[in-house]
């Protein structure tokens, strides 16, 4: 495990928040830039980070270098993601720097996110995540299971227990 600071993000944190996103929606292949991104009501509201509406999320840091983010989104019924499991559960990001995956980066960053949760007696998080991610083993591990009827979307929730 590489020795990482975790921090709580920050809502002017737009830039780290664009680039955690962006490099999620291409996780196996580039296809979309930033401006695709800004462009899709169906990707810019994974960057849309309101602590007002209770949104909260981690930063990881190395040396001066952020390295990893996980966000929670309360995203409003009308412009719920592709996680969405029920208005009470959050949906999480998560995103670790390529050359940090699999070092704890992102099982410290989602332990962050659950502790949160636990603290603010939230049912759970959910999120979304492509059948053949490798990144499925990391959320099976840290207790997210597949939503039966939305096994195909790759949706995967996290009950506090």
Do not use: C
Request: charged share 30%; no cysteine; net charge negative.
């Amino acid at each position: 495990m590489v020795s990482v600071t975790i921090r709580a993000l920050q809502p002017e944190e737009t830039e780290l928040l664009m680039r955690a996103a962006v490099d999620n929606f291409n996780w196996d292949v580039e296809r979309f830039t930033s401006h695709d991104v800004l462009a899709s009501p169906d990707m810019v509201r994974y960057t849309e980070f309101i602590p007002k509406r209770g949104d909260f999320g981690f930063v990881a840091w190395y040396e001066e270098t952020p390295v990893g983010i996980a966000w929670a989104l309360f995203l409003p019924h009308e412009r719920r993601g592709w996680g969405f499991v029920e208005h009470e559960i959050p949906e999480v990001s998560l995103w670790v720097e390529a050359t940090f995956r699999r070092r704890g980066v992102g099982r410290a960053l989602l332990r962050a996110a659950q502790h949160v949760a636990r603290i603010r007696d939230l049912p759970g998080l959910s999120l979304s995540v492509a059948p053949d991610n490798p990144a499925r083993d990391l959320y099976r591990k840290e207790g997210f299971e597949d939503v039966e009827e939305k096994t195909a979307e790759g949706v995967m929730v996290w009950r506090r227990a």
